[in-house]
């Protein structure tokens, strides 16, 4: 059975400070790993998709890796900001309509 | 705009009532989601649609009902037999009907539902 977790649940920095965010999975045949953004009591934002066969994906201060054969995906935010202050899921595709989530890092930027 | 509107935002359920949350999306998406977040946990799975008029059980189906007359909208049900529904309900969508790897979920706003 696939189970995605996320460490830390928490996390506080301050301003400018670069960090990884760490998501990790037990079975590795996924179609693909996604992360999102989610504002309290808002819907998910898609921030990147990393298909099965790639190692990782950039958008603009974001850059998303994934190790298959490890079963983990980081998602690192440089120069991070106060208004990057949200929780950010992981989700595996883990079949045809099959997504499994992870339950979050909350992370606060300091400023 | 194209998007996914979900209604209404907050929601109250007195004991033994059933209710609907309705989801709408104009992104002209095949697929339909419907999931449910509790504090702590991850997204759960209750239903999905692939095509109108068609629709599967996810996780935690218990509880409650959905229909897909139009391609559109996707309203589920809570009903009374839903023992434990207080929770932030997400209702998403997917461009395909999962044959591909490069697809993605758009959500929702959310509706929150609490029982009075």
């Known amino acids: 059975k696939q189970e995605v977790t996320q460490i830390p649940a928490a996390l506080s920095v301050p301003e400018g400070e670069n960090l990884v965010l760490n998501c990790s999975f037990t079975?590795?045949?996924?179609?693909?790993l996604q992360w999102f953004r989610q504002d309290p009591g808002k819907g998910l934002t898609s921030l990147l998709l990393?298909?099965?066969?790639?190692r990782e994906q950039t958008s603009g201060r974001l850059n998303a890796s994934l190790d298959k054969s490890s079963g983990r995906s980081t998602l690192y935010i440089a120069a991070s900001q106060p208004g990057d202050s949200a929780t950010y899921l992981c989700?595996?595709?883990?079949?045809?309509?099959?997504?499994?989530f992870g339950t979050g890092t909350r992370l606060k930027v300091l400023a | 705009d194209g998007g996914i509107t979900q209604s209404p935002k907050y929601l109250f359920r007195k004991e033994g009532q059933n209710v609907t949350l309705s989801c709408e999306q104009n992104?002209?998406?095949?697929?339909m989601y419907w999931y449910r977040q509790d504090p702590g946990q991850g997204l759960r799975l209750i239903y999905y649609?692939?095509?109108?008029?068609?629709?599967q059980k996810g996780d935690i189906a218990e509880g409650y009902s959905v229909s897909r007359e139009k391609k559109e909208s996707f309203p589920l049900t809570v009903t009374s037999a839903q023992k434990n529904p207080t929770a932030f309900y997400l209702c998403?969508?997917?461009?395909?009907?999962?044959?591909?790897?490069?697809?993605?979920?758009?959500f929702g706003p959310g509706t929150r539902l609490t029982v009075l």
């Open positions: 989700a595996v595709r883990a079949g045809t309509y099959k997504y499994i």
């Open positions: 998403a969508s997917s461009p395909d009907r999962g044959g591909t790897s490069t697809d993605t979920q758009y």
């Open positions: 992104l002209n998406h095949d697929a």
């Open positions: 990393i298909q099965s066969s790639q």
């Open positions: 649609s692939q095509i109108v008029n068609d629709f």
């Open positions: 079975d590795s045949a996924i179609y693909n």
